[in-house]
T-cell receptor, first 114, second 111 residues
Framework: NAGVMQNPRHLVRRRGQEARLRCSPM?????VYWYRQLPEEGLKFMVY????????ESGMPKERFSAEFPKEGPSILRIQQVVRGDSAAYFC????????????FGPGTRLTVL | DAKTTQPPSMDCAEGRAANLPCNHS???????VYWYRQIHSQGPQYIIH???NNETNEMASLIITEDRKSSTLILPHATLRDTAVYYC????????????FGQGTRLTINP
């Protein structure tokens, strides 16, 4: 059973470009979470999605960041007009159900903004 | 979600048991204790979780005090590959289960 998959693993963008990060949850999982880890800091929750629904986006920056989890295909975290401060590791996790189910994390996407 | 307190760092000799403490004195009745670890810059790895009773799996044991205000993660025979940052997280049963990561404990296993 494949784990959570994220791609790309490394992404380099210049300031002002767009970054798209993809996350495929584990098979049978319908809940996706995105976290960000800035250099030398802990992981911070960004957004929680179910298929076609954003459940909790309390950790998302108000501008330039958006997330979706369509009926078909992976979840996408989109960052428009990237700035150097967006350089970080972005981790996706998935769980089977909302209640007590464990979140399993992917390997992360390391975004570098030049 | 309740806040947790962990020592910033610990050392343990290879082959010995590593005991990682966590305080969560404000934990409420519907909150679970989760442990994750992050090896170098990899994605966090789930270790174990529990509500009231002690738990054991192939990776570790979790001992939760009777008042639930603290817990200990035990790695019975630590290896060099167990060197990582270990996070103790308290998470509610209800609602969006966003995990709140603190600074964790940086565990170093020494040969």
């Amino acid at each position: 059973n494949a784990g959570v998959m994220q791609n790309p693993r490394h992404l380099v963008r210049r300031r002002g470009q767009e970054a798209r990060l993809r996350c495929s949850p584990m098979k049978g999982h319908s809940h996706v979470y995105w976290y960000r880890q800035l250099p030398e800091e802990g992981l911070k929750f960004m957004v929680y999605l179910q298929k076609e629904n954003i459940i909790d986006e309390s950790g998302m920056p108000k501008e330039r960041f958006s997330a979706e989890f369509p009926k078909e295909g992976p979840s996408i975290l989109r960052i428009q007009q990237v700035v150097r401060g967006d350089s970080a590791a972005y981790f996706c996790a998935s769980s089977q159900m909302m209640s007590t189910d464990t979140q399993y994390f992917g390997p992360g996407t390391r975004l570098t903004v030049l | 979600d309740a806040k947790t307190t962990q020592p910033p760092s610990m050392d343990c000799a290879e082959g010995r048991a590593a005991n990682l403490p966590c305080n969560h004195s404000t934990i409420s009745g519907n909150e679970y204790v989760y442990w994750y670890r992050q090896i170098h810059s990899q994605g966090p790895q789930y270790i174990i979780h529990g509500l009231k009773n002690n738990e054991t799996n192939e990776m570790a044991s979790l001992i939760i005090t009777e008042d639930r205000k603290s817990s200990t993660l035990i790695l019975p025979h630590a290896t060099l590959r167990d060197t990582a940052v270990y996070y103790c997280i308290v998470s509610s049963l209800q609602g969006a289960q966003k995990l709140v990561f603190g600074q964790g404990t940086r565990l170093t296993i020494n040969p």
